[in-house]
């Protein structure tokens, strides 16, 4: 390995500008002649629109233009799609009523869009927003996940009882069987609460158009510009594909929330036209809040039947999943092909059977959020295992141990064929590292201080490296999850890697570039990766689904070795050799038992000066691309430990522990991957303990700032400590698993695992704030007393 | 429309802006230093802290006006001749930023911890003087280790912790 070679922990190159302030955020861009959007949201959950008047708003000082849903319709200019097409289990398709990005005849969320004022400055156009009148006639909301169907509130007109689908994944029959026959059966009930994805950037966009090429362009704070220029172009009808331009450039985190293609950007873009001029929107926390798509939401009831000897033979899960009062982009596929899939966990489970219950309500829509549905599942699974075991008197390691997958490939019940992993060595590193042999001890010496200590475990596993297009494009995706690759050569022999991934936080222009330096043998500076602009790549499908090492760099090593291929035709002119006899090694191309050889950069040069080869037998230059669609999933798993002490006084959870040890595969660069391990827990334990979105019975967020959604601080956590089991992944060319959201799959169950362990009692539902944990400790002291 | 004149890394500004302008907004907008952020609007986040003569201050929450005779420290005010500051040097080292939004308001805290609290830094102590900045992305495990590495950094360069 060199020291900035596959493997290397590499400092970043893109830390230079980051540190300095020098970064380019949407929001840092003006262009000329700029104008200012502010959207009027809906107050109300639920009501219907009788009327809106915009006069007095136009008439306000710096306001050029106010715009509603009618002037979207009169423009022909489509709704948000939701680009994941779900069946029920009767076969009938999902219902997915109308999305328009400014609301026609009805608003059904708090913060849905009534209206848009283009002013001046960003003053102005607040000032002016408060000058619309709209007419309201409010309309009872529907906002409990449990309740959504069982309601007169009717959220669309396709669904009378606010049912998006009924879905199901496994075999019903042979699940029943092996209930029937079950020794023990441990049941559950969960609620997997409603997030708030809240990147420190909220988003922002700048539409533009030239009114002399007839060229949109959009900056915009997104995970994949080339999906949101062809959801834009093909499904919304804003601007042809060929004629709109996506930049996202840097990006201040994503978490999932930025994949999604907003009402927001569509205005901006659609308006600049309108007005003649680039308008710009930056959201503010507070809308962040009300109008980002939020996660999970899931309400559970399972089962886990085990047989005599404590295996488990047996999973049934319901689901309730709130999908808020829209579609999303992908909202359908997270609580359904992203979740059931993993219900098998690391376990040998005979039989599974879930059945999901996608519904609307009057909230945010929901969609993919850090994990997306793999969370879920594996609160599910974990919570379950955990609670057998206790049940049957085992030790909870032990009891996931008996049970685990240990030869592979293995086929699930439901649709997933693990390629490869070494669950035990994962659990026994953990133990190890958490120094588990030794807790009892700890678990007394708290007693003696008066606290409560306890252990979880969780034994994840997720699927990412999404996804191989057939497969998705078989369950109902609406496009192909492949990722493409340009390397182009220069002349100097300097490299630019153009990729269809894209970095808000990921570290991709220091790990792509340790590959190709790698692979080409040239210094790490002489490589440059290119992203996030749809007039440079050409296209991609965007990261997300810890998907850019495993896929998107696979097909930047597919055209390297098509770079290296070409160079070698290059060189075989060069040296007047046979092809066959040119090798490619430590960055040199030679002939084979000769000491003829040339540098990279030498043969790039001959490759763009052609004077050693004529056009007939070979083409100038040296710049290839490659499509790289995965042949499957990748299975990421490990094991997570969590050590907390409940102060029962105060309810007070501290974290004492955190152990990760996780099996990513081959890792490019282990300080970034350490460090999404960090931030992955970090989410993980801000779901567990801190994070909750709450809308009060008539949708009104009640969570809605910082100052009332906890986000995890630097105080509320540990330092972790974080350890690596590996086994290659045979399903790509480079062995990546992926890696960037282990930790927030990983961690709730193991926070609450610790915490019901702490308590003895299983009756604690997320988050597990001080006050929630002071009552499940009062129970735990005296059960009669806090009934 | 209201005057103000003040220094921002080292230069005199002379503006007129609208009252109700915030320092961030003045230093962003009409400065064009874009490198310090807004993150939130209840002044939580962090992402918007500056050096006020000399002491972190969160500029979402001050006004323009306020900072009116006064000396502005933003992230791009405290590298000296190329060099980076120590606590910058240490965040890049210690992997302390992944998207880097937050990342500038944090270096302008974790500097201003330094300031107050010395140059030697305990865990405990780091992440409850890290109150103020929010970060979704490192679970801060190595912003910790940065702001220790770089408290420790300014100690052996004095002359660039006087610069600041």
Redesign the interface.
Known sequence: MTETGIGAPVRRKEDQRFVTGQGRYVDDFNRPGQAHAYFLRSPHAHAAIRSIDTGPATIMPGVIAVFTGDDLAADKIGGLICGWMIHSKDGSPMKAGPHPALAQGKVRYVGDHVAVVIAETLAQAKDAAEAIVVDYDVLPAVVETAQATKTPVQVHEVSADNTVFNWHLGNKDETEAAFARAKHVTKIDLVNNRLVPNPIEPRAAVGEYDFGTDNYTLYTTSQNPHVARLVLSAFIGVAPEHKLRVIAPDVGGGFGSKIFIYAEETVCVWAAKKVKRPVKWTSDRSEAFLSDAHGRDHVTHAEMATDENGKIIGLRVHTTANLGAYLSTFSSSVPTYLYAPLLSGQYDIPAIYCEVDGVYTNTAPVDAYRGAGRPEATFVVERLVEKTARELGQNPAEFRRKNYITQFPHATPVIMTYDTGDYAASLDKALEISDYKNFDSRKQESARRGKLRGIGFSSYIEACGIAPSQAVGSLGAGVGLWESAEVRVNPTGSVEVLTGSHSHGQGHETTFAQLVSDRLGISIDQVSIVHGDTDKVQFGMGTYGSRSGAVGMSAIAKAVDKVIAKGKKVAAHVFEASEGDIEFKDGRFGVAGTDRSMAFGEIALQAYIAHKFSGQDLEPGLKEGAFYDPTNFTFPAGVHICEVEIDPDTGVTKIERWTAVDDFGVIINPMIVEGQVHGGIAQGVGQALLEGAVYDQSGQLITASFNDYCMPRAIDLPSFQVGMTTTPCPSNPLGIKGCGEAGAIAAPPAVINAITDALGHEDIAMPATPQAVWRAAQKARMPMAAE | MTTVSLTVNGQSVTADV?P?TLLVQFL??NLR??????????S??G?CVVHLNGQAVKSCTTLAVQANASVIT???GI?QGGE?HPM??A???H?G????????GM?MSAIDIVNRKGNTLD?QT???E??G????????????KAVAAGAQGMAQTPLQQAAE
């Open positions: 609208d109700r962003r907008d230093l874009t490198g310090t952020h807004v993150g939130c609007d209840t939580q986040c992402a933003t992230i791009e590298s980076l910058q040097a965040f890049r080292e992997h930023l992944q998207c880097g939004y937050c990342t500038p270096i865990e780091i992440r409850a890290l109150e900045n929010l970060c979704r992305c490192t679970g801060y495990h190595n912003i910790v």
